[in-house]
């Protein structure tokens, strides 16, 4: 088996209702994620996906339970943590349109504590891992929606993390670049990442996911591969993920 990059334990994170409720949006959910692979996080609106997504990534503090990324305690070594992690939101914010792809990229690596002397060699490497390399000098704002979710998995990659999470890595993508970044995730892949992906696009998670982790009401109810998921909802093996998941789906909502 594969280096561990990240293991939790019984992650929970309770919010305070109306009436002085308690809303378990995480309740004690464990997984692990290890160098190469991929694991994807599935369920319902309102099933605690992005909370769960925001703990681990260091954005919002979990009731209680552990997070270690890398053998760091998350809680302990917040910043020291999450340099090792890589961040990826899509969509067409969160660059400067009047400042070329390398400068941008420069710009983030300082915020992301890259040393000065590594930023250069960062940046280029980052630029040609995404293909881009030959477009480093030019204006962001005349990047195609393709060229512009590559450069924000480059953005993940300037600190050198060995930890990607890719949220809606093909959202608003043509077929040719939802393959391009397809085959991007794969390389990463190989080249000993792990990922971690949300993508309410089933095709991305079929193709790409090691492990999918059904998550309802809050809790980890199944993990499997997408043969094992096929065969828990009960279909046939050359059924796609979607139907699959929608079979399986009634059972995830979050019971009121």
Known sequence: MNKILMRTESIKRYFKGK?????????????????GEVISFVGPNGAGKTTLIRSISGYLVPTSGKIEIMGLNL?????????????????????????SAYDNLAFFARLLNVKEKDIKNNVLNALEIVNLLDVKDKYVGSFSKGMMQRLHIARG???????????????????????????LIKNLKETGHGIILTSHDMADIETLADTIYLIGGGKLV???????????????????????YLAIAPKLKRRL
């Open 222 to 244: 199944f993990s499997g591969n997408t043969d094992q998921i096929k065969e828990l909802a009960g279909v046939d093996a050359n059924t796609s993920l979607e139907k699959a």
């Open 19 to 35: 009436n002085k409720t308690t809303f378990k949006a995480v309740d004690g959910i464990s997984f692990t994620l290890h160098k």
């Open 157 to 183: 990659l300037v600190n050198q993390p060995e930890i990607l999470m890719l949220d809606e890595p093909t959202a608003g993508l043509d077929v040719e670049s939802v393959y391009t970044v397809r085959e």
């Open 75 to 99: 809680a302990k070594k917040l910043r020291e943590a999450r340099q090792k992690m890589g961040v990826v939101f899509g969509g067409d914010r969160g660059f400067y349109n009047s400042a």
